[in-house]
């Protein structure tokens, strides 16, 4: 459910807010670790095998992040 509504894995992520307003967040390690990775080269599929962790916590997370609109996909 989480990955359908990313759209295709090879898309890349994009941030969608300014750099300074990401402390303004607020994210546990998971998702700033995450949201680390993010730098315009690294598509969702890659994301998936940086996190380290469980595909459904990685697909829930940037799902959130996509739908509170930190980034754009």
Known sequence: MYESKLGTMSS???????PEEVLWLNLDHRAG???????????????????????LDTARIISQ????GVITA
């Open 65 to 68: 992040l996509l739908q509170e």
């Open 12 to 18: 890349i992520p994009r941030l969608a807010i300014k």
């Open 33 to 55: 670790f995450l949201l680390a990775q993010i730098d315009g080269s690294v598509n969702f599929e890659d994301l998936f095998s940086l996190s380290g962790l469980p595909r």
